[in-house]
């Protein structure tokens, strides 16, 4: 089966939870097509070679500055957002014409789809949390995401368990999505637990939308070698080939997925973002965690508060 399958670009996570669906299609002999941009369609380059074709189309723009994010700045950018969805959209209804594929599956990309073929949305958050947990705008997100989405997807799958969920309130509970709509398909990594010595102290990995991760590598760079044992960083940037130790310090510039499992395996505690993807790594793997959100993502921001009551994982402002 010819199969499209698009994957957002805002960090590395959309393409490494991808990684273990892209694979099982492979290995069922579907011909793929990945549809991306940047670090994430590189990150799936380096991983799957050749067993897929590859197609570059511009990302959404990032509200994220240097200082902050805001509700504000979002909902300024939201006519933007949405022309450049239309945009996608346009390209993708071309490279359907010319490829004739027979599935379409998309990953948070919300103009990669098509009416007349079977296309699925992968997305953890089907309710957007406002700030200050505003229940009034939180089901309002819910119910324009369901009325946006209904009539261009076929179903929704939700990388996380039905009960129980990892996501709490970001894709459970929720009021406008029809139950028949959505797949709960469990948690989804390449990653595997190892039983192996930890011997590492500290495990820093950095992902997450610019300009924020530039932001966050240089505080860690500067204030790593504080910490007593010793510590690994990676950057998460796959066109960075460093790989470099200070005394009880090592940085590389990226980590390809085998290694990484085999590090935070090795590590005692992991300090990092906690994005959805590596929320689902972690308690496959069983490792303690210290989240350090991204500022004003309300989505990382309760995810983290949403574990620390769980006793999940550790948390700072």
Not at 14 to 22: K, N
Request: hydrophobic share 35%; glycine share 6%; charged share 30%.
């Amino acid at each position: 089966m010819r199969v499209l399958f698009g994957v957002c670009s805002w960090g590395l996570g959309h393409a490494t939870r991808d990684l273990p669906l892209l694979r099982r299609m492979i290995k069922t002999g579907h011909t793929l097509t990945l549809v991306g941009i940047g670090r994430s369609l590189d990150l799936l380059k380096d991983e799957l070679k050749d067993a897929c074709s590859y197609f570059t189309i511009p990302d959404y723009s990032s509200a994220y500055s240097e200082r902050d994010f805001s509700v504000a700045r979002f909902l300024s950018y939201f006519p933007i957002y949405m022309n450049e969805i239309v945009q996608e959209h346009s390209q993708i209804k071309k490279l359907i014409k010319r490829e004739k594929y027979e599935r379409i599956i998309s990953d948070n990309r919300y103009g990669v789809y098509n009416k007349e073929i079977p296309s699925y949305l992968i997305s953890h958050q089907l309710r957007f949390i406002a700030p200050g947990r505003v229940k009034l705008f939180e089901m309002a997100t819910e119910g324009f995401n369901y009325s946006f989405f209904k009539y261009n997807f076929s179903k929704f799958l939700v990388p996380d368990y039905k009960e129980d969920g990892l996501s709490g309130d970001l894709s459970h509970n929720l009021k406008y999505f029809k139950e028949e709509k959505i797949e709960y398909l469990g948690v989804l990594s390449d990653l595997r637990k190892r039983e192996t010595a930890e011997d590492i102290d500290y495990f820093i990995p950095l992902s997450g939308p610019e300009p924020q991760r530039t932001i966050l590598e240089k505080k860690i760079l500067e204030q790593a070698p504080l910490l007593k044992g010793k510590v690994v960083i990676a950057l998460g940037k796959p066109e960075d080939p460093r790989n470099e130790t200070v005394n009880h310090l090592r940085v590389f510039g990226y980590l390809g997925r085998k290694r990484q499992e085999e590090i935070m395996n090795r590590s005692k505690l992991v300090i990092t973002r906690p994005g959805y993807t590596t929320v689902m790594e972690l308690s496959l793997l069983g490792k303690k965690a210290l989240f350090i959100p991204t500022p004003g993502q309300t989505e990382q921001v309760y995810l983290a508060e949403y574990h620390k009551k769980r006793k999940n994982f550790y948390s700072v402002k």
